[in-house]
T-cell receptor, first 114, second 114 residues
Framework: AQSVTQLGSHVSVSEGALVLLRCNYS??????LFWYVQYPNQGLQLLLK??????LVKGINGFEAEFKKSETSFHLTKPSAHMSDAAEYFC????????????FGSGTRLLVRP | DTAVSQTPKYLVTQMGNDKSIKCEQN?????MYWYKQDSKKFLKIMFS???????INETVPNRFSPKSPDKAHLNLHINSLELGDSAVYFC?????????????FGPGTRLTVL
């Protein structure tokens, strides 16, 4: 069964600093991987997804993530944090076409200091 | 022209009551979902419908009954509400059941059971 682990329930960075949010997955088949962002009191919005094309995926708002099969990782990065990036970030996995379900990680709250 | 809408946004009720949450999507999608987000922000799928047919039914108490009158609507009825039902409930939709599809989320319904 697939699962997702997000290391760090809270990550704090200074404005302008690198953002790195970690996600490791477990899957018995090649996975599809997603990063969603949730702003306060809102629903989730897709940042980017990996569906077995390029391993480096670019998303909205300057975020990108790299799929590393050998490390079973899909970490999210952004070169320079903005105050508006403060939100909850969720990594999710689905097991290719064998499953309709998205399995979410526990989320990482990103705090951006002025 | 909200893509996925939910009503109500907030729901405060007493233990033992019965309540419903409504969801509508205007994206023309075939597949809809209900998720529960607990107080620790953990997101878990509850149900999924494809073309009005139930395809995912996780281990959810029988007190929860989804209904899909048509492809654009998915409602959630909860009987005999309990304190542990307090959570944010999100509706989502996707074009089909294909696992690489992005899911589009509604703004959520915050249910508080007193």
């Amino acid at each position: 069964a697939q699962s997702v682990t997000q290391l760090g329930s809270h990550v704090s960075v200074s404005e302008g600093a690198l953002v790195l949010l970690r996600c490791n997955y477990s899957s018995s088949v090649p996975p599809y991987l997603f990063w969603y962002v949730q702003y306060p009191n809102q629903g989730l919005q897709l940042l980017l997804k990996y569906t077995s094309a390029a391993t480096l995926v670019k998303g909205i708002n300057g975020f990108e993530a790299e799929f590393k099969k050998s490390e079973t990782s899909f970490h999210l990065t952004k070169p320079s944090a903005h105050m508006s990036d403060a939100a909850e970030y969720f990594c999710a996995v689905s097991e290719g076409d064998s499953s309709y379900k998205l399995i979410f990680g526990s989320g990482t709250r990103l705090l951006v200091r002025p | 022209d909200t893509a996925v809408s939910q009503t109500p946004k907030y729901l405060v009720t007493q233990m033992g009551n019965d309540k419903s949450i409504k969801c509508e999507q205007n994206l023309g999608h075939d597949t809809m979902y209900w998720y529960k987000q607990d107080s620790k922000k953990f997101l878990k799928i509850m149900f999924s419908y494809n073309n009005k047919e139930l395809i995912i039914n996780e281990t959810v108490p029988n007190r929860f009954s989804p209904k899909s009158p048509d492809k654009a609507h998915l409602n959630l009825h909860i009987n005999s509400l309990e304190l542990g039902d307090s959570a944010v409930y999100f509706c989502a939709s996707s074009p089909s059941t294909s696992s690489y599809n992005e899911q589009f989320f509604g703004p959520g319904t915050r249910l508080t059971v007193l």
